[in-house]
């Protein structure tokens, strides 16, 4: 055998490597990235005021809020931070403003990017109580 071709059949199974292993880490970390967003971890509700809602973001615009949970007259306020990943939602938290809410939320672990929001706290659902 010619050393030259066995160098040219060396290269080409090396880019070929390269190539299927660049393709495998980019499907792996969008199946990754799919799985989390998907997969609920645990979901529930809170009930307090909102006391802020804002589209933030350099890149990724997301809507990102904070309840304030009081539980009685004189009490520190608990702060829960949330993501509203659906503009409607965010619309209906707004049209809620100043009055006591549920939110209804769904928390999703180890999202690997800021891009899909600030919190593993997705709010899906909003009801005014009172």
């Known amino acids: 055998m010619d050393i030259a071709k066995v160098g040219k059949a060396a290269r080409k199974w090396t880019i070929r490597i390269v190539v299927g292993a660049i393709v ?3 499907l792996g970390a969008a199946l990754y ?17 909102v006391q802020k809602l804002s589209k933030k973001g350099w ?9 304030a949970m009081v539980n009685m007259a004189g009490q520190q306020a608990e702060i829960f931070a949330f993501t509203a ?3 409607n ?4 938290i707004e049209a809620h403003a100043g009055h006591r809410v549920v939110l209804k939320y769904q928390e999703h672990v180890g999202i690997p990017s800021s891009c899909f929001g600030e919190t593993k ?5 909003v009801e005014a109580t009172q």
């Not at 890149?59 to 309840?67: A, F, H, I, R, Y």
């Open 59 to 67: 890149l990724c615009k997301t809507n990102e809020g904070e309840l």
């Open 121 to 125: 706290y997705y709010v899906v659902a």
């Open 24 to 26: 495998l880490c980019i």
């Open 33 to 49: 990235t799919y799985t989390t967003l998907h997969y609920v971890y645990s979901s529930g509700e809170r009930v307090g005021f």
């Open 89 to 92: 939602v965010a619309k209906e």
């Open 85 to 87: 990943p659906d503009d």
